[in-house]
């Protein structure tokens, strides 16, 4: 393993996401979101499970807290749940729901771990979602609303926002897809939604800004680098659509505040006329932002097929033994790539990697003793892709692994375990496994062990 050590300020953290570890849904007047109200649809879930008890969190929050400082973290990334704080989606604070996160800001905080705060990790209020959610305009103006809202109540002790978490998987899973809340199944749908959170992150951002000029703000988006599986026209012009689907679509406009020109043909070919953008979207998806916040988790090699315009290319993996239980190939050299591409292509200020970690479905033996090797092995790999990145002068400040916890893993339900510490479910006992001591020597020594 490589001895060079990571830089003294280089970030070690771990994220999460409210609907996946929260529970309590219907605690302390929370609404229900539109996640609450999928889940309850026949079959939307693998399992059928739901998140009403997920990690308990919400009530186990100090213990987690101290796990966390066991642990050695340095920041932790969480979610807040916008319907646990304005249950009607606008209007007045709910006091009961704030107090969750203010306790456990201050808690983090009296550990000496730095709050990351993610302002939507897919659990918009039902209340929203009635009234069309992100293919409705308004919600736009009712997120910024809620950033403002919930910046003047932290933004004194959480130094770092980010504004939506993947917003590709909002809008093509939740809304062309169907796959994740609100089911929706429909190509335009997907466009629109995706134009309605990038147009709700910029206006997010000028919200931050309006409260506080001490904030470091940026938004998370879900990047799969795309490779060729030959040299073939075929192949390397689906991977050009696959990338400009699937990344371009979101750096271009939140970066450089332009649509990827080449793709949008195929976008009006799918949804018809873009006419949900107004004049002046553009400029104010493009804020200048701290950081750009990335997550990543595997590659996609493409293979395009002769005569078939606009149907999504085929993924191939080159090593189908590596694959973890999501059936993603472990590819830490997609992700150094990645990381090269975005510095010289988009120079954003500054990159942290917000997620990055693997499914397993390892459990305790009969000492109690998780042995995740697996996870291990991965984390390892990406670790020295990283360095890889910073050798070639990519501005890359800090790492959070996905996930703290074993959690709800949407569609997947309690199936998918993506957590360096294991949850027992039925009891709400947590256990480090082998990947979370290896993680904890990793920010001690700043060596990759
Ligand atoms: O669990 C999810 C997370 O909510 C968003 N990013 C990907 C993770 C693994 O699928």
């Not at 993603?328 to 790539?337: A, F, I, N, Q, T």
């Not at 949850?423 to 709400?428: I, K, L, P, R, S």
């Amino acid at each position: 393993m490589s001895k060079k050590p990571f830089p003294k300020d280089f970030l070690f953290g771990a994220a999460t996401s409210s609907f996946q570890i929260e529970g309590a849904t219907d605690v302390d007047g929370r609404s229900p979101s539109i996640w609450d109200q999928f889940c309850q649809e026949e079959g939307t879930i693998a399992d059928g499970s739901d998140g009403r008890r997920a990690c308990e969190h919400y009530f186990r929050f100090r213990d987690d807290v101290a796990l966390m400082k066991n642990l050695g973290l340095e920041a932790y990334r969480f979610s807040i749940a916008w319907p646990r704080v304005l249950p009607e989606g606008f209007g007045k604070v709910h006091e009961k729901g704030m107090a969750f996160y203010e306790q456990l800001v201050d808690e983090l905080l009296e550990k000496n771990i730095e709050p990351w705060v993610t302002l939507y990790h897919w659990d918009l209020p039902a209340c929203l979602g009635h009234q069309g959610g992100w293919l409705h305009r308004d919600t736009t103006r009712h997120f910024a609303d809620y950033a403002q809202k919930m910046v003047e109540r932290l933004g004194d002790r959480v130094k770092h926002w980010i504004t939506h978490n993947e917003p590709w998987c909002v809008a093509m899973l939740g809304y062309r897809r169907g796959e994740h809340a609100p089911g929706m199944k429909d190509p335009r749908s997907g466009w629109i939604a995706a134009h309605h959170v990038l147009l709700s992150h910029g206006m997010a951002m000028q919200a931050i800004r309006s409260v506080r000029s001490d904030i470091k703000a940026g938004i998370t988006l879900n990047l799969t680098p795309a490779y060729p599986a030959s040299d073939s026209a075929v192949d390397r012009e689906a991977t050009r659509a696959f990338d400009g689907s699937f990344n371009r679509w979101y750096l271009d406009q939140v970066l450089k505040g332009c649509l990827p020109i080449d793709m949008v043909p195929e976008v009006e070919a799918e949804c018809g006329a873009l006419d949900f953008m107004r004049n002046g979207d553009l400029d104010l998806m493009k804020q200048d932002m701290d950081f750009l916040g990335i997550n990543y988790y595997s590659r996609a090699i493409i293979r395009g097929e002769e005569n078939a315009p606009g149907q999504m290319p085929r993924r191939l993996t080159q090593d189908p033994t590596d694959l973890t239980d999501m059936d993603w190939e472990v590819s830490p050299e997609g992700l150094r790539d990645l990381l090269v591409r975005l510095q010289m292509e988009y120079q954003p200020r500054s990159l942290y990697i917000t997620e990055n970690g693997a499914a397993y479905d390892d459990a305790p033996d009969a000492q109690g003793r998780i042995r995740d090797e697996r996870r291990v092995r991965y984390l390892q790999k990406h670790a020295r892709a990283m360095q890889e990145a910073l050798d070639q002068g990519v501005n890359l400040k800090g790492y959070f692994l996905w996930s703290l916890f074993d959690n709800f893993e949407w569609a997947y339900g309690y199936q998918k375990r993506f957590g360096m510490v294991w949850v027992n479910y039925e009891t709400q006992e947590r256990l480090p496994k082998d990947s979370a001591l290896w993680y904890r020597d990793l920010i001690q020594t700043r060596v990759i062990p």
